[in-house]
Nanobody, 125 residues
Framework: VQLQAYGGGLVQAGDSLRLSCAALGLTFRSYTVGWFRQAPGKEREFVAAIKGSGATIIYGDSVKGRFSISRDNAESTVNLQMNSVKPEDTAVYYC???????????????????WGQGTQVTVSS
């Protein structure tokens, strides 16, 4: 199983950026996919997650209303559209996949089985 997160980069505050997570080696539609981020010196933080069917989506409080998660099961990819980015969005962003997650587990990094390598997002002020 491989998860690859990509699309990070250096942007200015207020810009938009789209991250993608590509999966190989799993029955993608059976997996919840989540995005987490970790800034230097801070704990890893939940960003957003989407169930396999796409019917259930949740967001972390700090990104609600600015970020949007979506998935394409035919392409085994999940996208994270980041709008109106802020300097505090600067972090390494990781995607993760997990099976049989109940809704209350989607924010919990311990519930995910597979992790990608992370992609750096840097937002300048």
């Amino acid at each position: 199983v491989q998860l690859q997160a990509y699309g990070g980069g250096l942007v200015q505050a207020g810009d938009s950026l789209r991250l993608s997570c590509a999966a190989l080696g799993l029955t993608f539609r059976s997996y919840t996919v989540g995005w987490f981020r970790q800034a230097p010196g801070k704990e890893r933080e939940f960003v957003a997650a989407i169930k396999g069917s796409g019917a259930t989506i949740i967001y972390g409080d700090s990104v609600k209303g600015r970020f949007s998660i979506s998935r394409d099961n035919a392409e085994s990819t999940v996208n994270l559209q980041m709008n109106s980015v802020k300097p505090e969005d600067t972090a390494v962003y990781y995607c993760a996949a997990g099976r049989r997650l109940i809704n209350t587990s989607m924010r919990n990094e311990q519930a995910y089985d597979y992790w990608g390598q992370g992609t750096q997002v840097t937002v300048s002020s």
